[in-house]
């Protein structure tokens, strides 16, 4: 009984760092990848680095698409966009 009372606190931690740190980690994964796979032509989006573009073309060979800026085109990896800030972006304005 004594063995099992000196690894409660290890278990505790455990079970603390996998509540506060682990879990939302994964299921702000989940919701990333949901994002990605959901995008489609048209959606005003931003980039990880910052960059505004309007999305012109998917490609679900290599899970890329093509972002329309006032530069031109650019090809970006679908996990180089933005979750947080795109869907800022489009979201719609409240007035007060």
Do not use: W
């Amino acid at each position: 009984m004594e063995g099992i009372g000196s690894f409660l606190p290890f278990i505790a931690i455990f079970a603390v760092m996998y509540f506060f740190m682990i879990a939302p980690q994964m299921k702000r994964s989940k919701q990333e990848k949901k994002f990605a796979s959901e995008l489609k032509r048209g959606d005003r989006i931003i980039t990880k680095s910052g960059m505004h573009g309007k999305v012109v073309e998917l490609n679900d060979k290599d899970n890329s698409c093509v972002i329309e800026t006032l530069a031109g085109k650019i090809k970006f990896d679908r996990s180089a966009i933005s979750m947080e800030m795109s869907t800022k972006l489009n979201a719609p304005v409240t007035v007060k």
